[in-house]
């Protein structure tokens, strides 16, 4: 069968190296194990059914990580979100051991925590961000601005480099 | 240092290896939809942006294998009706590719603003400096003669700007500099992408996406009088701006217009770009065979003075980065191909090079084509008629069996490559497979001698000597941690470099300047580097943030550090002491700061963003006022 995955790649492969990727984004948005795993598992039955294509594995992780963030959007904004606890009260018990920089990262808005974890953590630049969300430069820029000034507030004394 | 302890954070998060097997057994069944099978090219077009934006990580390992790249011959014979079947043939195979839309990736290709705008250096800017009285610095070209439009421009009394659909008028007024007018554009979602200037005329560069219509276009205004200037020409062409230069009296206006998949054969205004509307004529169409996407790159010359459109040449096959000399204007696009032998598949990135002859009549003389990709203009250069290119090579093996590929073999890597291509942009000379495991991170040529940056860990400069076109020689490469985004010859026998500091480890910890002596080629060193108090700079991305004067004995930049303040930085250099800074000056609590630009004229220092124009004595550097827009 023709393989849709770059550089030879099966599902199996992929999923191993991307499985962790797709994972962190989607417990930084949605703040706790299980439904980051129901994302994780339904963004990669999403990747083993389309009918894709991959260039390589940068236009790959790029869709993963645009996937990711549709997928928990839809649990996010879906009944039961609505009616539970904010968030950021949910992830101060966190099931993995997190330090105080991810609790305060964790208590920012959803925007602004995406825009945090794929600059600070996956080292995409504003403009592949605004790429990957669909947003504008602007909007990424000031999303990652307003964060930092929080995040400054929240870990007084702590230093935030770029 | 957050950066660090939140990735230390996340590595602590990771799912259970129970839900990893279950979602892997999964996983294992067979997809409900199998995939349709298709070409490969056509996947990597509607990707490649992509590609370009974010660059190709493969693991290092030794690779044992090299391929020639694939030819894309240049068709110059076309009708609207090759022009059609080629395209119409693209989006059959599209259409197949797109299966992706409902998974929230249809970007790719359906948003005009999406898929261009990536690759390191589209926009442009830049001043010829006409003067108007005593003298004045122009925009940071690349080339000398050939004008880049930028958002600030001066003519050596007044300066040209834009503020919220305004252009402002200042007059410098020898260091006390006053608004003269402001005048509104009244051009509704279009947004100012550049200026120039030339004598009596200012050109202002627009651009609009819109779902509707995505245009470039042109406003000459006569601006004998500063404060009632007077538009005399709106030429207005298809596609996204993309680039425009200016040489002599002549705009060369760059736009990138991708064609929709709703084409109709019998009308070719909905597959053939528009240009001061006109449909463009079938002969000032050429066609790249089996090209990656089905954009055009559209560039038309129009002449200052009179406002008319000279000449317009239409290339279908997509456009990334751009570079113009005086004579000739050339572009690039990427993408990647492979290749089988014994069992194995290969995959590389190649480039293809197009080269127009400008002039009252713009035409398309050759494509070319070398392994790797440009990082941004300044990977390439003219001299002597021939084409240098700096590029980074991506490649990667998997082994095949029975007509499967059934893994990867472990033979991925970078590399780097500098290609000398003769006037019809056939391969002369090169030296491959330097860097290993590194990419390019800048590159300057100066005449016979090339300088270009890799990096991974620390930052070998290295010194290429092209006096002989077809052998061009390694002359030295200096190791030091860290790496330059932005090179500068700065006088004699020197070479200055913006970029970022590292650690050996090749962690970046900040910004840094740098001056290498050049003086003797086969010794390049580093003679003196300082770090600057800030992490981030527009002048990483753009040269046209940066001005670099030797004469003057100005750096002046703007950057942010971590606590988000941004400052403007000026440094002198000096041979005894290195750097020394001329001046701090705190701006702004913005962070991400963009726009400022530099200047000086006769005396005075000015630094023009959005908001003003502040004004230093260009001897002291003390600030002598603010002025606010």
Redesign the interface.
């Known amino acids: 069968m023709h393989n849709k995955f770059p550089n030879a790649l099966t599902i199996e492969d992929v999923f191993d190296r991307y499985c962790n990727t797709v994972y962190r984004l989607a417990y930084a948005r949605v703040g706790n194990k299980y439904d980051a795993e129901d994302v994780l598992q339904t963004v990669f039955l999403k990747l083993h059914k389309a009918n894709a294509n991959f260039s390589d594995t940068e236009h790959l992780k790029a869709w993963l990580l645009r996937v990711t963030i549709n997928c928990s959007k839809n649990l996010l904004t879906s009944g039961f979100f609505k009616f539970t606890e904010p968030l950021s009260d949910a992830i101060t018990a966190p099931e993995h051991e997190v330090s105080d920089v991810y609790l305060a990262v964790a208590k920012l808005p959803l925007k602004y925590r995406t825009a945090v974890h794929l600059h600070y953590f996956e080292g995409y630049s504003v403009k592949e961000i605004a790429q990957i969300t669909k947003s504008n430069e602007a909007t990424v820029k000031t999303r990652l601005k307003r964060a930092r000034q929080q995040l400054e507030l929240a870990l007084k004394g702590d230093e935030i480099y770029v | 240092?957050?950066?660090?302890?939140?990735?230390?954070?996340?590595e602590?998060?990771?799912?259970?290896e129970s839900?990893?097997r279950?979602?892997?057994a999964?996983?294992?069944e067979p997809?409900?939809?199998?995939?349709?099978?298709?070409n490969?090219n056509a996947?990597?077009a509607?990707?490649?942006s992509?590609?370009l934006?974010?660059?190709?990580?493969?693991i290092a390992k030794k690779p044992s294998f090299d391929i020639a790249p694939q030819n894309l011959r240049l068709n110059q014979k076309v009708t609207y009706q090759t022009v059609y079947n080629t395209i119409n043939n693209y989006w059959k195979q599209y259409d197949?590719?797109f299966?992706?839309r409902e998974?929230?990736?249809s970007?790719i290709k359906g948003d005009p603003g999406?898929a261009v705008?990536?690759s390191a250096d589209m926009d442009d800017g830049a001043t010829t400096g006409t003067a108007n009285t005593g003298e004045a610095s122009t925009t940071n070209n690349q080339v000398q003669g050939v004008d880049e439009a930028d958002v600030v421009k001066n003519d050596g009394k007044y300066i040209y700007s834009v503020k919220n659909g305004n252009i402002i008028i200042t007059d410098s007024n020898d260091g006390d500099p006053k608004v003269v007018n402001k005048h509104f554009l009244d051009q509704n979602d279009k947004q100012v992408k550049g200026l120039f200037v030339n004598g009596n005329r200012l050109a202002v560069i627009l651009s609009r996406y819109s779902a509707y219509e995505t245009t470039a276009s042109l406003l000459i205004f006569d601006i004998t009088d500063k404060e009632n200037i007077i538009e005399i020409a709106n030429k207005q062409q298809d596609g996204w701006y993309n680039n425009a230069r200016m040489v002599g009296g002549t705009v060369y206006l760059l736009s990138s217009y991708g064609v929709r998949n709703d084409i109709d054969k019998s009308n070719p205004e909905t597959f053939i770009p528009c240009v001061d509307g006109c449909t463009v004529r079938e002969d000032n169409i050429s066609l790249i065979e089996d090209f990656s996407s089905p954009d055009y790159l559209v560039v038309s010359s129009i002449n200052i003075q009179s406002g008319e459109v000279n000449d317009t040449a239409a290339v279908l096959g997509g456009a990334q980065n751009v570079y113009c000399s005086t004579e000739n204007l050339y572009y690039t696009f990427s993408k990647?191909n492979s290749v089988e032998n014994a069992g194995e598949?290969t995959?590389q990135t190649e480039t293809t090079i197009v080269k127009l002859k400008l002039g009252e009549k713009i035409e398309t003389v050759a494509t070319g084509n070398v392994k790797g990709y440009p990082l941004n203009q300044f990977s390439m250069d003219e001299y002597g008629g021939n084409l240098r290119i700096v590029t980074t090579v991506d490649m990667?093996t998997?082994?095949?069996r029975n007509g499967?590929?059934?893994?990867?073999s472990g033979n991925?890597a970078t590399k780097n490559a500098l290609y000398v291509l003769d006037n019809q942009l056939k391969p002369i000379g090169a030296i491959e497979d330097l860097a290993e495991n590194e990419r390019v991170y800048s590159v300057r040529f100066d005449g016979t001698v090339g300088y270009f940056v890799t990096f991974r860990q620390t930052d070998p400069l290295f010194t290429v000597d092209l006096k002989d076109p077809a052998n061009p020689k390694i002359l030295s490469e200096l190791k030091i941690p860290g790496f330059s985004e932005y090179l500068h010859p700065y006088g004699e026998g020197r070479l200055f470099g913006f970029g970022k500091s590292a650690t050996e480890q090749g962690s970046v910890t900040g910004l840094k300047v740098s001056m290498f002596d050049v003086s003797d080629p086969t010794d390049v060193t580093e003679l003196h580097l300082s770090s600057v108090p800030a992490?981030?700079s527009e002048a990483s991305e753009d040269h046209k943030a940066i001005m670099v004067d030797a004469e003057k004995n100005i750096i002046a930049f703007v950057a942010?550090d971590?606590?988000?303040k941004t400052r403007l930085f000026v440094y002198g250099y000096s041979e005894g002491n290195g750097f020394f800074k001329r001046t701090e000056t705190f701006i702004s609590e913005?962070?991400?700061y963009f726009g400022a630009r530099f200047m000086w004229i006769n005396n005075h220092f000015y630094m023009v963003t959005e908001d003003g124009v502040m004004t230093f004595s260009l001897d002291t550097f003390e600030k002598l006022s603010y002025l606010q827009f």
């Open positions: 240092m957050f950066k660090d302890e939140y990735i230390k954070a996340n602590n998060i990771n799912p259970d839900t990893k279950y979602i892997k999964k996983l294992s997809a409900e939809k199998p995939a349709i099978r298709f490969y996947v990597i509607a990707a490649l992509l590609v934006a974010l660059g190709v990580i493969f197949e590719y299966m992706l998974e929230g990736f970007n999406f705008d990536n990647q598949v995959y990667a998997y082994t095949k499967e590929i059934i893994s990867y991925a992490d981030w942010t971590k606590y988000a913005d962070d991400f």
